[in-house]
């Protein structure tokens, strides 16, 4: 039992805004009252519900190959020296699982999503996932480019595309779907891309990038998965590429949908030495459509790697930089590319870039629907968080940053105008209470009685990115993890998945072309439950 | 190593068998290696975009000699021993529609005219893969062959798709690689002596550590260097404690220490297997053994080793060194 | 101010890891804080006077004395002052060392001077791989700096250079210069083979012979002006490299036209006759 008093506590989710008062925990959860056990003094500290990040890429085969491919990053990143309690492990851009989870958890987060899994590598991606101490974690597998999708949405039998869809997440152990440049990576595999939304995709001839989404916008809701579509639209990072982000909303009206890392979707101009922020266009857009949810995949200068399923736009990155390419092309399911990349200030390109994902957090009006990522690591690596906070929150910093880019970027920008500032309260949103409610993750991103007991202690501080990145305390379901900015007791974080219901016949549908055009056999497809260590079980929620 | 040094382009192997044209196995004999890598995922099946099946692919292979993978092959370039790279450079070349000088490149066992003629061929294709075997990886100039010819295939998707895939030796060692990936970040030659990993091939691999003499004991798990390793790699861990897990005798547990018998993994043990494209695939052993497994046995070491004072907190007292 | 000795015990038997041992953070220190400094012997850390007979104190001049071949990373990162090795030095001396010089009276091992960016390296007997080359995966090697090895070396000399020279007195092994960007490397007995392999820019002089491969173009046979340059440079280190009209001239090989690139390799042509 814990009791954490004379905190100020922000807990959105409640209505709470700086309000002192306690919270008593028992049994890893948040309770009214404790009568005895240990007791924190919180006096003077700030109380935040536990971090969510909704969209990360921190374990699996694409993250897994990053590794492998940057030792140069890995040399000068910091090292985790093991201990009696701790692993060993790298840090950097692609950390180790062990230093994963230390890293979140020393910066106050506690629930990760991984947004990219390939179904044929899903008990890979589990592996890793169980090997990432302290934090809950869920996944997203990979389905925009699924060519048996593909074949039934051709065919028109969207009945049985739902079924598909239903088996896929019980079969991978996943918490929901992530469509990744629908119908670009199929392409793609014939070494070619997919821009046009409304354009048959290579191979097909009904089957358009439009379709895809709408057609996997309409399975989600009918199925009642907790999260929305999962989406990475076509055209990430393009110029001029605001268009098919606006026309991929307007195909999602009456559906719910998540727009991943919206920072890569929102630029106007024609070319590379054109490009400029379209900002205003898609907060205008998104402000007035409550359907959907985002989150900011914002960037920040330095090194880092980029990882996607999006092959056709590695490609593109790796001719672009000349540096390394890395490129797993997945059968009949999607693919993914590795290309190290630097994002600098003089850069025309990396400054639009940089400005856009903080005008998209700062013109976006309502908080609990964009969250607050870097798309780790390809805008930035999510240890960085509390760098964008401090620029959230704080106008005359940014402006100081803002001398670091040339006079020419700071003609295609828009945030040299916006004097918004983040409050406290806003950050509790943007970091855990909204991209818990997107998640659909009750028990997360808040402190009322019977929530998981996930918080974090700031000692409030005028330079905010060290009062971010150093929390005093964080407690992972009522264990004190982090106490004077030192992990000193490691927990293990819970797997949480969905429980989907199909007609049993598809498995029967879906044999005959695994025998035919897979690598291994049907049974070994599927990840198996005992894979998963106290895992929690979602029920989905029948809309329709 | 050699994607550390310029990336790699590659795939599972269901896109091989579902969209490979074009099929190259360069330093490689799946046929008698790989016995069931041509029936299961190139060249005798039908693939997805390929009805036909042989028909459908054209394959080509570069050796140092005939083998049975080259007898059925449609192109056969017969190039000479250590010559790898040299070729391999020569075909970046041609790609580009760079001049390479003629009478060097007939130095390598072939000639400027065979050679454009493979990159017409591989310019032509719609998917095209390249399969590395140790005729390549393990002759002179080893991870820059390998680089050479991932780095072929990469710049080929300027023109059409093209991958590449080492043909990776026997047992689970992609497993291997794979988590010692996500544990410490690097896939093999891994230092841990300073309490945190380091990596430096050629410093901390197992080969250059026995044969410099840097170790003073050896565990052995799944593999028998004992057979594969240079002599002085060999009388080294003859001449220390070695420690090995094996289900059978092997040439290293006669020379080791210890001898550990261990469960079959797949047979008599479970556990996950990754193929050499890195797809990961359950075992369901469908015997039981008396034997524990490796698992068991390394974990039961490291409870007794945890149980020793901390090597890395532990105060410097005696010196220990050794007289030479 | 007089210089630091050091003068190893015994013989480890395992690899020794020395990286305190530069003039940057002996130069400061009183002798029993020399005393104390860490050294890890194997995956033990002991102090410094566990292993070494240590005189002197405060001084950017070490001596190093014993049978030191098992000692890695001396000198790494240094930016000044002077090191002395009487004897074999093992793996990583100087790496990413920055200003200073560093003298071995012996062989060195693998990575001698890897990713250094300034500074003097001399070695008077033999070098492993990968001399002044970039670590597996960094995109650059040495920076700049010299580096002078009487002896032989290894293979991967110069990988990814991007400035700064090396000679290489005695025979190189293969991948000399490979992937260059930059800089100048000397090979006084020429090199096995695959000489600048897949070199972007900079120069390869040999004064022997070269099996050259099939990517690079014979341009043209002439006296480079540079030449007279670098040779007034290298005659301070004690080095004679042929450049007047009368030594006779360079044929000039460019590539590597598989990258393509425009790196030089020149070869001396009365090397041709020797």
Same mark, same amino acid.
């Given at each position: 039992m814990l009791r954490i008093t004379g905190g100020r506590v922000y807990d959105p989710a409640n209505g709470i805004n700086g309000v002192i008062k306690d919270v008593c925990i028992a049994d890893g959860r948040v309770v009214a009252d404790v009568t005895d056990g240990r007791t924190i003094d919180a006096t003077g500290l700030v109380v935040f519900p536990g971090g969510v990040d909704v969209h990360t890429h921190v374990a699996g085969g694409s993250v897994n190959f990053a590794r492998g491919m940057t030792p140069e990053d890995h040399r000068r990143a910091a090292a985790f020296v093991r201990s009696q309690s701790l692993r060993s492990g790298i840090g950097g851009m692609t950390p180790t699982t062990f230093a994963t989870g230390y890293l979140y958890a020393g910066m106050g987060w506690t629930t990760v999503n991984e947004a990219a899994v390939p179904i044929l590598f899903a008990k890979h991606t589990h592996e890793e996932l169980r090997d990432i101490p302290i934090v809950d974690k869920c996944s997203m597998i990979l389905m925009a480019n699924n060519e048996i999708l593909l074949d039934l949405l051709e065919a028109g039998e969207h009945e049985r595309a739902r079924h598909l869809v239903a088996w896929q997440i019980w079969a991978s152990k996943a918490y929901g779907i992530k469509a990744?440049?629908?119908?670009?990576?199929?392409?793609?595999?014939?070494?070619?891309?997919?821009?046009?939304?409304?354009?048959?995709?290579?191979?097909?001839?009904?089957?358009?990038?439009?379709?895809?989404?709408?057609?996997?916008?309409?399975?989600?809701?009918?199925?009642?998965?907790?999260?929305?579509?999962?989406?990475?639209?076509?055209?990430?990072?393009?110029?001029?590429?605001?268009?098919?982000?606006?026309?991929?909303?307007?195909?999602?009206?009456?559906?719910?949908?998540?727009?991943?890392?919206?920072?890569?979707?929102?630029?106007?101009?024609?070319?590379?030495?054109?490009?400029?922020?379209?900002?205003?266009?898609?907060?205008?857009?998104?402000?007035?459509?409550?359907?959907?949810?985002?989150?900011?995949?914002?960037?920040?200068?330095?090194?880092?790697?980029?990882?996607?399923?999006?092959?056709?736009?590695?490609?593109?990155?790796?001719?672009?930089?000349?540096?390394?390419? &890395?490129?797993?092309?997945?059968?009949?399911?999607? &693919?993914?590319?590795?290309?190290?990349?630097?994002?600098?200030?003089?850069?025309?390109?990396?400054?639009?870039?940089?400005?856009?994902?903080?005008?998209?957090?700062?013109?976006?009006?309502?908080?609990?629907?964009?969250?607050?990522?870097?798309?780790?690591?390809?805008?930035?690596?999510?240890?960085?968080?509390?760098?964008?906070?401090?620029?959230?929150?704080?106008?005359?910093?940014?402006?100081?940053?803002?001398?670091?880019?040339?006079?020419?970027?700071?003609?295609?920008?828009?945030?040299?105008?916006?004097?918004?500032?983040?409050?406290?309260?806003?950050?509790?949103?943007?970091?855990?209470?909204?991209?818990?409610?997107?998640?659909?993750?009750?028990?997360?991103?808040?402190?009322?009685?019977?929530?998981?007991?996930?918080?974090?202690?700031?000692?409030?501080?005028?330079?905010?990115?060290?009062?971010?990145?150093?929390?005093?305390?964080?407690?992972?379901?009522?264990?004190?993890?982090?106490?004077?900015?030192?992990?000193?007791?490691?927990?293990?974080?819970?797997?949480?998945?969905?429980?989907?219901?199909?007609?049993?016949?598809?498995?029967?549908?879906?044999?005959?072309?695994?025998?035919?055009?897979?690598?291994?056999?049907?049974?070994?497809?599927?990840?198996?439950m005992s894979r998963l260590e106290k895992a929690e079980v979602f029920e989905c929620k029948r809309a329709k | 190593m050699a994607a550390q040094l310029g990336g790699k382009v590659s795939c599972t192997l269901g896109e091989v068998k579902n969209r490979a044209d074009f099929i190259v196995y360069w330093g490689s004999n799946p046929a008698d290696c790989h016995p069931r890598h041509l029936s299961r995922y190139t060249i005798a099946q039908k693939g997805r975009f390929l009805p036909r099946g042989r028909k459908d692919r054209t394959v080509v292979v570069v050796d140092v000699r005939e083998t049975k993978t080259s007898n059925p092959a449609d192109v056969f370039l017969q190039i000479r021993p250590g010559k790898d790279f040299e070729v391999l450079t020569t075909l970046r070349a041609l790609v580009k529609g760079q001049p390479v000088n003629p009478q060097l490149v007939a130095e390598t066992g072939v000639t400027v005219e065979q050679l454009q003629d493979l990159v017409d061929r591989m310019k032509r294709a719609r998917f095209g893969v390249m399969f590395f075997g140790m005729g390549l990886t393990m002759t002179r100039g080893k991870h820059m062959n390998s680089m050479a010819i991932l780095t072929l295939a990469t710049e080929m998707n300027a023109f059409t798709k093209f991958v590449a895939m080492p043909m990776r030796g026997h047992g689970n060692v992609t497993g291997a690689d794979v988590v010692m990936r996500w544990t410490t970040s690097y896939p093999f030659a891994i230092n841990f002596s300073r309490g945190y990993p380091r990596y430096n091939p050629g410093e901390f691999s197992t080969v250059d550590l026995l044969v410099r003499g840097d170790v003073d004991a050896a565990l052995v798990l799944g593999a028998d260097p004992g057979a594969t390793m240079p002599m002085p790699a060999i009388n080294r861990l003859a001449g220390i404690p070695t420690i090995v897990l094996d289900p059978k005798v092997t040439h290293t547990s006669r020379l080791a220490r210890v001898h550990i018998t261990t469960a079959t993994t797949g047979i008599s043990a479970p556990g996950t297997s990754y193929r050499m494209d890195e797809v990961p695939l359950t075992l369901r052993p469908p015997l039981r053994s008396p034997y524990p497994t490796d698992e068991e046995v390394v974990r039961r070491i490291h409870q007794a080793v945890a149980r020793k004072p901390d090597w890395l907190t532990a105060h410097s007292g005696t010196s220990p060194i050794a007289q030479a | 101010m007089t210089s630091i000795t050091l003068t190893l015990k015994n013989t480890p038997n395992v690899p020794l890891e020395t990286e305190v041992l530069t003039p940057d953070r002996l130069a400061g220190l009183a002798h029993d804080e020399i005393r104390a400094l860490p050294v890890f012997l194997g995956k033990r850390q002991l102090r410094l006077d566990d292993l070494f007979d240590i005189e002197g104190e405060r001084s950017d001049e070490l001596q190093i004395f014993g049978a030191t071949r098992q000692l890695k990373s001396i000198g790494r990162g240094m930016t000044r002052g002077r090191i002395a090795i009487h004897g074999h030095a093992g793996m990583h001396l100087g790496a990413g060392m920055r200003g200073g010089s560093i003298e071995v009276h012996g062989d060195a091992g693998d990575w001698l001077g890897a990713e250094m960016a300034g500074g003097l390296i001399q070695v008077h007997g033999n070098a492993g791989g990968q001399v002044g080359a970039a670590y597996r995966g960094s995109m650059s090697g040495m920076q700049n700096g010299t580096i002078v090895v009487d002896g032989s070396a290894g293979i991967e000399v110069g990988t990814r250079m991007r400035r700064g020279i090396i000679v290489i007195k005695g025979p190189a092994r293969d991948f000399t210069g490979l992937e260059m960007k930059g800089g100048t490397i000397f090979l006084l007995s020429g090199a096995e083979q695959r000489v600048g392999a897949w070199m972007r820019r900079g120069t390869i002089v040999s004064m022997l012979p070269l099996q050259m491969l099939p990517t690079f173009a014979f341009a043209c046979s002439y006296h480079p002006d540079f030449m007279r340059l670098l040779a007034r440079y290298l005659s301070q280190l004690g080095i004679d490299i042929p450049h007047e009209p009368q030594d006779g001239p360079y044929d000039l090989y460019s590539g590597d036209a598989s990258i393509p690139g425009k790196g030089e390799i020149l070869v001396w042509r009365s090397g041709l006759s020797e």
């Open positions: 990744v440049n629908p119908g670009g990576v199929v392409s793609w595999k014939w070494g070619k891309n997919s821009s046009q939304l409304s354009s048959p995709i290579e191979g097909y001839r009904n089957v358009t990038p439009g379709t895809i989404v709408s057609g996997l916008a309409r399975i989600v809701d009918e199925l009642g998965l907790p999260h929305p579509l999962h989406l990475h639209c076509n055209n990430l990072g393009a110029p001029g590429n605001v268009s098919t982000t606006i026309e991929t909303m307007k195909l999602l009206e009456g559906h719910r949908a998540h727009m991943a890392h919206l920072q890569y979707h929102a630029y106007g101009g024609d070319d590379w030495h054109t490009m400029c922020s379209a900002t205003p266009k898609v907060a205008e857009y998104f402000n007035a459509h409550p359907n959907l949810t985002a989150d900011a995949g914002a960037v920040l200068f330095g090194d880092t790697v980029t990882i996607t399923a999006d092959g056709p736009w590695q490609h593109l990155l790796y001719k672009l930089t000349g540096r390394k390419w &890395g490129n797993l092309d997945v059968e009949n399911e999607t &693919g993914c590319g590795i290309v190290p990349y630097s994002y600098r200030p003089n850069n025309l390109v990396n400054a639009v870039q940089w400005a856009v994902g903080l005008e998209l957090m700062l013109l976006i009006d309502d908080p609990w629907r964009l969250h607050l990522t870097t798309d780790h690591p390809n805008g930035a690596c999510f240890w960085r968080y509390p760098e964008i906070i401090q620029l959230l929150m704080n106008a005359d910093f940014r402006k100081d940053c803002l001398k670091s880019l040339t006079p020419h970027a700071r003609e295609r920008i828009f945030l040299p105008d916006i004097t918004r500032e983040y409050t406290l309260y806003e950050i509790a949103i943007i970091t855990s209470a909204g991209p818990a409610r997107a998640l659909a993750l009750p028990q997360k991103g808040q402190l009322g009685v019977g929530a998981d007991a996930d918080l974090v202690i700031y000692h409030e501080d005028k330079d905010v990115a060290k009062m971010f990145s150093h929390p005093r305390y964080v407690i992972k379901a009522g264990e004190v993890v982090v106490e004077e900015g030192e992990i000193r007791n490691v927990v293990e974080g819970r797997p949480f998945l969905v429980q989907t219901t199909y007609d049993p016949d598809i498995e029967g549908y879906l044999r005959p072309f695994f025998e035919s055009y897979y690598t291994m056999s049907f049974e070994n497809y599927p990840v198996e | - | -």
